[in-house]
């Protein structure tokens, strides 16, 4: 996002979302466990695990022009939030079990943390005009998405039996802050931060 200025493009549109990131040693958990699985599962698309992130709410395409307001409104709910801790929990599938359309890593702790975060800022982006989801809040890290099949000598195991049973290394840690993210297409990363928004 800093590549140009907001007065230079403001009819420009850009794909944003806030997000909790994943800081670099649970990445690189993930990023063991992912590729002890690639051999084994076929998935269209493993997620780079510098994109792993929690997903607060996506807010879909924006005007350039509307994005200083977005972030006053983000940081408005931030305020007075205080800082609480998530673990990793199991793996999950979204879509039919045999093909499932993502597969992702759960989290569990302070949840009910968690679940207010993404409430208030939810409701604060409302006077913004934007919408909350209709499913329920399902709070996970994006591992890999569409599911092409079993790597041959796998297919009797079904997807769960080849995932690892326990995290590697340590899994935990703290929330102090969210992000608003904005989406980079082709790119590698694909994710930038567009701004941070720490408790206070």
Same mark, same amino acid.
């Given at each position: 996002?800093?590549?140009?200025?907001?007065?230079?493009?403001?009819?420009?549109?850009?794909?944003?979302?806030t997000a909790l990131r994943v800081p670099a040693h649970?990445? $690189?958990?993930?990023?063991?466990?992912?590729?002890?699985?690639q051999g084994k599962l076929d998935f269209r698309k493993w997620t780079d695990h510098r994109d792993y992130h929690i997903t607060l709410q996506?807010?879909?395409?924006?005007?350039?022009?509307?994005i200083g307001q977005l972030r006053k409104t983000l940081r408005s709910a931030s305020v007075g939030f205080q800082p609480f801790e998530l673990q990793l929990s199991g793996w999950g599938t979204f879509g039919l079990e045999e093909t499932p359309k993502v597969l992702w890593r759960g989290v569990e702790g302070e949840k009910d943390q968690l679940n207010l975060l993404q409430k208030r800022?939810?409701?604060?982006?409302?006077?913004?005009?934007?919408?909350?989801?209709?499913?329920?809040y399902s709070p996970h890290i994006t591992i890999a998405r569409k599911f092409l099949g079993q790597v041959p000598g796998n297919e009797d195991k079904g997807?769960?039996?080849?995932?690892?049973?326990?995290?590697?290394?340590?899994?935990?840690?703290?929330? $102090?802050?969210?992000?608003?993210?904005?989406? $980079?297409?082709? $790119?590698?990363?694909?994710?930038?931060?567009?701004?941070?928004?720490?408790?206070?």
């Open positions: 996002m800093n590549k140009y200025s907001y007065t230079d493009l403001p009819s420009r549109r850009e794909r944003l979302f649970i990445q $690189q958990s993930l990023r063991m466990s992912a590729e002890l699985v996506f807010l879909g395409d924006t005007l350039v022009s509307d800022i939810v409701e604060a982006t409302s006077s913004l005009g934007y919408e909350a989801e209709l499913r329920p997807i769960f039996g080849v995932l690892p049973e326990h995290s590697l290394g340590v899994n935990s840690w703290m929330i $102090q802050d969210f992000v608003l993210y904005v989406t $980079q297409p082709g $790119q590698s990363p694909m994710y930038e931060v567009v701004d941070t928004f720490s408790f206070s």
